[in-house]
């Protein structure tokens, strides 16, 4: 084996990059792998598109089955996006026997169990570390590096762009608005930024870690997720004055056989490393029964990043290829998924309420408090802003099924004319 | 392949932790690995010991030839420590065919390329994640997450007992000697603290770092360092008033095909989050071309995360029997070894002068550094303490040669009395 072929499926920002990579790294590949790798051919829709690296015209086609049944090509690069047509695509190209290379998380977050299984039964590799969390090889190290200890928490920040706005919202004092519209122009954040900003990308990246991590199958729906369009300046500037930084947290915790999965705008303490995890970037903790706590951080996408840990994924498939050992790396999960319920889940929460300016509005709050048995840690009464009179308080841990119910109650005090926001303090 | 039998050589702190790891996680290793792992015989030294762990008296020894020449022994893991005798003990073990798995950082420092070339010449795996920055997947990280990028820049903290020590004396404003006994008292630092405290440790580290991470073979006798037995509370409360933190940096970078790799107390920016690593944890930040910045974080060492990184170390050995491809993971340096002279290597460096309190004292110094070609960033005159007269200043880019050049001369001079310190500001 002195070459391996491969063909690319897209040549967009990620497919630019592993253009780049590839021909930039040869060198280097061909060191740690023993031998070279040509890129075969690449998928494209539109052939006359210009693009950000040059590319020999003959290798371009708009033909799928050009690659996906070319019986010389040994390994496919997906980085095209799509789902149920890309879905089919893979899955042909398992059954030809190639290897595959993916950047896609919201098919593996989907179909990843049914890739998988496929790849495993064709003897092929399927390795997807660039669908999570881009510059940071965190599926291999939480694979490999835990192998031999058992992880309780995954928490951290999973999503460059909601991280991008909320650093700008919390430094800056920009509004959500600008902070967003400033990411859409440096290119952080889409033209349609739903999936970014409603937590729907961090949840299916926490389905991918908490299914490995765990070992029990997580999908999306497993998932709780909010994202951080309606995070007001306010609480953020209030969060500041009781030592705590507003992030978009992904938090996967297992306790026995049973885990929970979220990702939503919670605070956590200034102090703690992930408060000083700024812009596009990500960072993600690991806590491990015998390890204790590890933390991995880098950029969370961009072209390169993103590039590279294609690339990485590559050199392992080359690397197997080579020792012909292809398909043996899946590790299937290993226990029945099993979800806490509300009851189940205990944590420590910010509320801001918007109150009558009257005597005997904080004794009524407490007391309702206190009915529902949740204990307050920090009341913080009449930070008047203006014309309106706010309560802002941190509880003890509670479970999050008597916050829900306190929240109902609130709502219907008459002393509270509104929840004004809440927050789980994480950290 | 239905059961692997290790060896081990040592049981001490590290080794009654292997021994744990491997009780407590049998079922996640049979799950990800496909088969058993039994420890067949321990050596060590007394045989009456009271040890950490529960162990059968039948599989203790003194002698290591009834594990090293035991034809049933797979696998050998050595968490004894020792250079010489311990080197020969796993030559022979590799000529035996064994597979080694070991947490010795000196020895892999000192004779690193002599062991892993005795194990791809027997086939044999030799792995050593836990010799650096215990429970942090560095190494696996820095050969297989970046095999695909060129790493220019490894930077970070990765001694736990002196980032311990400098923690209390920043965050305390205890003294180095009560920082230290405080550190032994825990456990954190030896009684004789001499290899950890002069950056010796730290140094073995870089060394094992920079070679994987630059492919050259670099050597203990390559770093320059620097322990912080002289770091003075001073010196600490100044970098704090510039917005800098004291912390012990490792730091190796490459430029074109020529490095630099230093160990070395000095100053980083607050809002760097190196700056946030505190007490015994360790964090490195690899830089790849294409990634960019990426960083580790972890426990720098202890019982259970030295030894889950042993142990998933043992992982990797056993996935590759069971797969008949042992003896093909090492990659050996791709280039020759240059280091960088001192004209070279640019820096920021903060200076503290005791000064004559006289007229013209400024107008001398600031004369001093521009004929050295050095501009000055920040100049900060008779910051007097008690009847002490001191410049605080920190320097634009200086290089290496220039700034040892400076320091002379400025120890020549009439008007300084004597240089109190001088830092490297590294970020």
Redesign the interface.
């Known amino acids: 084996l002195d070459k391996i072929s491969i063909g690319m499926l897209g040549l967009g920002t990620v497919g630019s990059?592993v253009v780049?990579?590839?021909r930039?790294?040869q060198?280097?590949?061909v060191?740690?792998?023993g031998c070279a790798v040509q890129i075969k051919r690449i998928l494209v829709q539109d052939l006359e598109k210009e693009r950000d690296v040059e590319v020999d015209r003959s290798i371009i086609t708009a033909i799928s089955a050009e690659i996906i049944d070319d019986p010389t090509i040994d390994v496919i690069v997906e980085v095209m996006g799509g789902i149920e047509e890309t879905r089919k695509l893979l899955l042909r190209a398992l059954e030809n026997k190639k290897h595959i290379v993916t950047a896609n998380k919201d098919l593996m977050a989907l179909h990843g169990p049914e890739l998988l299984e496929t790849a495993s039964k064709n003897g092929c590799d399927l390795f997807y570390e660039a669908s999570v969390a881009g510059?940071?090889?965190i599926l291999?190290?939480v694979v490999?590096?835990?192998?031999?200890?058992?992880i309780h928490k995954i928490i951290g920040i999973v999503n460059g762009t909601t991280n991008y706005i909320l650093t700008k919202m919390s430094d800056e004092g920009k509004s959500y608005l600008e902070a967003l519209k400033e990411a859409q122009d440096l290119g952080y954040a889409e033209a349609d930024p739903e999936a970014d900003v409603e937590g729907i990308d961090a949840a299916r990246k926490m389905a991918i870690l908490s299914t490995l991590g765990f070992?029990m199958n997580v999908g999306l729906g497993d998932v709780r997720f909010k994202g951080i369009s309606r995070v007001s300046q306010e609480d953020i500037e209030y969060g500041k004055q009781l030592g705590y930084t507003m992030k978009l947290i992904g938090a996967a915790e297992r306790e026995g056989d049973r885990i929970d999965v979220t990702v939503q705008p919670a605070l956590i303490s200034d102090?703690?490393?992930l408060a000083?995890?700024k812009n596009e970037?990500n960072?993600v903790y690991v806590y491990?029964?015998?390890?204790?706590?590890?933390?991995?951080?880098?950029?969370g996408a961009?072209s390169?990043?993103t590039?590279?840990?294609v690339?990485?994924d590559?050199?392992?498939v080359m690397?197997n290829m080579r020792?012909?050992?292809n398909g043996?790396s899946a590790?299937f999960p290993?226990f029945p998924k099993k979800l806490k319920t509300t009851d189940e889940v205990f944590k420590k929460y910010f509320l801001r309420l918007v109150v009558e300016d009257e005597v005997g509005t904080l004794a009524e709050v407490t007391s309702l408090f206190s009915q529902e048995g949740i204990s307050v840690e920090k009341i913080w009464q009449n930070p008047k802003r203006g014309s309106i009179s706010e309560i802002v308080l941190v509880t003890h841990k509670a479970s999050q099924k008597n916050f829900e119910d306190i929240l109902v109650k609130l709502n219907d005090s008459r002393v509270v004319k509104r929840v004004g926001s809440s927050y789980r303090i994480e950290i």
């Open positions: 990059g780049k990579v590839i930039d790294h060198d280097k590949l060191h740690g792998v510059g940071i090889p291999r190290s490999d590096g835990f192998a031999s200890d058992r070992s102090s703690h490393p000083a995890v970037n960072a491990g029964d015998a390890v204790g706590e590890t933390m991995f951080y880098g950029p961009g390169l990043p590039a590279t840990a690339v990485s590559l050199a392992g690397r020792l012909g050992v043996h590790v290993q």
